[in-house]
């Protein structure tokens, strides 16, 4: 398959041009134009570059590319070294990233929703989702389905109600938008990392925060993505979870 055909199909796929990012959407790093082997994986580390040289891959497609609004111009130290290796093995490097967190099908919070039972219930459009599950549960129940979905604890700050309901929830670096949870009236609202005010707003707005892992929150979509194009495309896809406790 072409380089270029693979980006105008998960350009149109992931209805890029509907978003105002961080960071450039698509092909951040250009390699071979035949693309057959895709390794996948949450963020562009040395780690997976070299995991993708060893699997003599040529493309990788991540949700947390290269090149962030407000980080510096010149291409030294970290990202000299990762821009470096790519080249030398003509890998391409293909980042999604608010496209992926909102894809309908395949986005992050769409898996999420999916993996813990949400019904999709969102009054506006928006990347936080609100949603009501299939059965009111006490917050330590669901607390012990997050873990065993994502494989982790993730931190609990309590402020609701013991037995919830609706839950509101953003993968990600999105505890900041807890108040859009509140104003909802969610039992709980679960993102991946956590700030020092959120405990504070937690407890004095009446509602549980869940910090389950920025890492853990965003694995899904890109996984969900490139066995998309497996079943498209036959493109050999391999998924590497590059570990982040974060």
């Known amino acids: 398959m072409q380089i270029d055909r693979l980006i105008r199909y998960l350009d149109e796929f992931l209805q890029v041009s509907q978003f105002q990012d961080y960071a450039p959407n698509?092909?951040?790093?250009?390699?071979?134009?035949?693309?057959?082997?895709?390794?996948?994986?949450?963020t562009a580390c040395q780690s997976l570059i070299e995991t993708a040289i060893e699997e003599n891959a040529d493309a990788i497609l991540v949700h947390h590319g290269f090149f962030w609004k407000n980080e510096p111009l010149p291409i030294v130290?970290?990202?000299?070294?990762?821009i470096k290796s790519l080249l030398q093995h003509d890998i391409n490097l293909l980042g999604y990233h608010l496209p992926l967190d909102a894809h309908p099908e395949l986005g992050?919070?769409?898996?999420?929703?999916?993996?813990?039972?949400?019904?999709?219930?969102?009054p506006e459009p928006g990347l936080v989702r609100l949603g009501r599950l299939q059965t009111p549960m006490t917050i330590d129940h669901l607390i012990d389905r997050v873990t065993v979905s994502l494989n982790r604890a993730p931190l609990h700050l309590p402020g609701?109600?013991?037995?919830?309901?609706?839950?509101?929830?953003?993968?990600?670096?999105?505890?900041?938008?807890i108040q859009t949870a509140v104003d909802w009236q969610a039992d709980v609202y679960i993102?991946?990392?956590?700030?020092?005010?959120?405990?504070?707003?937690?407890?004095?707005?009446?509602?549980?925060?869940?910090?389950?892992g920025h890492h853990a929150t965003e694995m899904l979509g890109v996984k969900a993505l490139g066995e998309h194009l497996v079943q498209q495309f036959s493109l050999d896809v391999q998924f590497v979870d590059v570990f982040n406790p974060v």
């Open 26 to 42: 698509g092909l951040q790093v250009s390699g071979t134009e035949h693309i057959q082997k895709i390794v996948t994986g949450v």
């Open 77 to 82: 130290g970290m990202k000299q070294k990762r």
């Open 108 to 122: 992050n919070n769409a898996m999420l929703a999916k993996l813990w039972g949400i019904e999709d219930i969102t």
């Open 160 to 177: 609701g109600p013991e037995t919830i309901e609706t839950i509101a929830w953003c993968s990600g670096g999105a505890q900041n938008s």
């Open 191 to 212: 993102s991946g990392e956590v700030s020092e005010q959120t405990t504070h707003q937690a407890k004095e707005c009446g509602i549980h925060y869940l910090a389950a």
